[in-house]
């Protein structure tokens, strides 16, 4: 009778030569009595023989009235079939590998088990030990829910010890940071680092063991090499005794609040300048004009020729200063009415002419018209003519000298356009997306507002800008709606 119990069971119990074997029967169904794990012995059809109290319990049920049974009236139907294949394959004296499967409880519900079992040297009876996984399978169960939660979040999740060991990486850190979960995982935070912030990780690895919560804002390093700018919380995680493990980290890509927020910025400095540029060029421009025909007025009655020069050197700073006011002479109208009126392009750059010329010539270069009879449009002619003299002024600045700008009006497709061609070197493909952003130059002493005013006409006239660059030169073309054409 004991020969049939399964070997394992009789090596975890000393045996004593004088005992009988009942004896030893009896002990070991007191024990199976005491534990809450489930044992019970079948017979090679799944027939139950004999079952443990823990059984009788969760099935409510007494021996007599499961005697007979076979187990499979209490397996989940998806579970059965690997039960037949463990018990079909297992040898006697082996103990069989760890089964998920799920019994029936008396309200119908299924509870999860881990089940082994065994098969007796006669090959007559089958012993299943299983205990229950259940709170198991909800922590598990948790857990996935948990991780399927990190995996979805567009935050970047991961879990650092307290030597500064990544532990975690979700999908959201692969994408913030570039790095795989496999390239990470062990590495500590400083290969997220710059070089120059070795300071700065030493000091989280100690935030990280002194177990504190850390919200912060800072750049990092992306495996291609580019800076990425995060928000990272760090929490700590502790151990059921409450010693610090390490700590979770929730890192947030905010690159691109960053760039908005200087962009923010940049207008609130262009607010700044658009008043100031209002404010000087209303009340700058009449003194200027009358420090200038003083100075106009003494340089012809100054004999010194050291002197004279000096005079010039002035008269030519306040013509310098003047041309900086046209530039953008207009910004500060900007929420001001335009005034539109009936206007001709040719008329318009005919009585800039003048202005066009000795600009270009004080540069050594030249301009050419070549003025096609257009329509008369709807425009505000100030702004017009701010809009030549910016786009001439940059045609001739990209030139060398000798060099010769043309201005061009002509119809195409029934609308008019206006196009400053120049010469020069062209504009380079990675400058091409910034043009017209306030502040963005390429010269020494450039401002960086002219092309910004142009784009700004354009747009309240609801004309289109395009450029054509190449390193034969560039032209910008202006093209006016069909609507402000004027019969
Ligand atoms: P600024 O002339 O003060 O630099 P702009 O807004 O007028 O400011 O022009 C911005 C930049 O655009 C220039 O610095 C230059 O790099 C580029 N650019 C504009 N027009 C031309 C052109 N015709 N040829 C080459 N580059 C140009
Ligand atoms: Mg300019």
């Known amino acids: 009778m004991l020969g049939k119990i399964s070997p394992y069971f009789i090596n975890s119990v000393e045996t004593k030569k004088s005992d009988n074997y009942i004896e030893q029967i009896e002990n070991f169904k007191k024990l199976l009595y005491l534990t809450d794990d489930i044992f019970f012995q079948t017979d090679l059809e799944g027939r139950f023989k004999w079952i443990n109290q823990a059984l009788k319990d969760f099935l409510r049920q007494s021996e007599e009235q499961i005697s007979g049974k076979e187990i499979f009236a209490f397996i989940h139907p998806e579970d059965k079939s690997s ?33 082994r079992l065994s098969l007796d040297p006669q090959r007559e009876s089958y012993y299943f030990a299983a205990s229950d996984i259940s709170e198991r399978k909800i922590y598990q169960e948790e857990l996935l829910r948990l991780e399927s939660i990190i995996e979805a979040s567009l935050d970047g999740i991961y879990a650092i010890d307290c030597e500064g060991r990544i532990q975690s990486w979700n999908k959201a850190a ?86 908005l927020e200087k962009e923010i910025a940049q207008l609130d400095k262009l ?24 100075l106009q007025l003494l340089y012809h009655k100054i004999k010194d020729k050291v002197f004279r020069e000096y005079f010039e050197i002035m008269i030519e700073e306040m013509d310098r200063v003047n041309s900086i006011l046209q530039e953008f002479n207009t910004i500060g109208k900007k929420h001001k009415e335009s005034t539109r009126m009936r206007h001709n392009l040719k008329t318009i750059i005919k009585s800039m002419a003048p202005l066009l010329e000795a600009d270009a010539v004080s540069q050594g270069k030249t301009i050419k018209f070549l003025l096609r009879e257009t329509p008369d449009l709807m425009v505000d002619g100030n702004e017009i003519r701010q809009l030549i003299l910016n786009l001439t002024r940059n045609a001739l600045e990209a030139m060398e000298p000798n060099g010769s700008v043309l201005i ?40 960086g507002l002219g092309l910004y005013v142009c784009y700004e006409i354009a747009q309240r006239h609801e004309a289109q800008i395009k450029v054509n660059t190449g390193p034969k030169g560039t032209t910008f073309s202006v093209i006016f709606p069909q609507h402000a054409i004027l019969p």
């Not at 100031?276 to 009358?290: F, G, K, W």
């Not at 400053?420 to 401002?447: M, N, Y």
């Open 271 to 294: 607010n700044t300048i658009v008043e100031l540029a209002s404010v000087i060029s209303h009340e700058v421009r009449n003194p200027m004009t009358t420090v200038k025909g003083f």
């Open 174 to 259: 692969e994408k913030i940071f570039g790095f795989s979960k496999d390239e990470i995982i062990g590495q500590t935070i400083h290969l997220l680092a710059f070089p120059d912030q070795r300071e700065e990780m030493d000091n989280l690895i100690n935030i990280i063991r002194r177990g504190e919560t850390y919200s912060y804002e800072t750049i990092r390093q992306k495996k291609d090499g580019e800076t990425v700018a995060v928000f990272i919380t760090l929490a700590p995680i502790r151990d059921s005794s409450g010693e610090v493990l390490g700590s979770s980290a929730v890192a947030r890509d905010i690159t691109s609040h960053r760039r």
């Open 83 to 115: 039960v037949r294949e463990l018990m079909q394959s297992i040898l006697p004296y082996e103990k069989s590998s760890a089964l998920e499967l799920r019994f029936l409880r008396p309200d119908g519900d299924y509870c999860f088990f881990e089940c």
């Open 408 to 447: 061009k009006t002509f119809v195409e497709n029934g609308q008019v356009i206006l196009a400053v061609q120049d010469f020069g070197k062209g504009i380079a493909e990675s400058d091409l997306e910034k043009l017209g952003t306030p502040f963005f130059t390429t010269k020494e002493s450039g401002t």
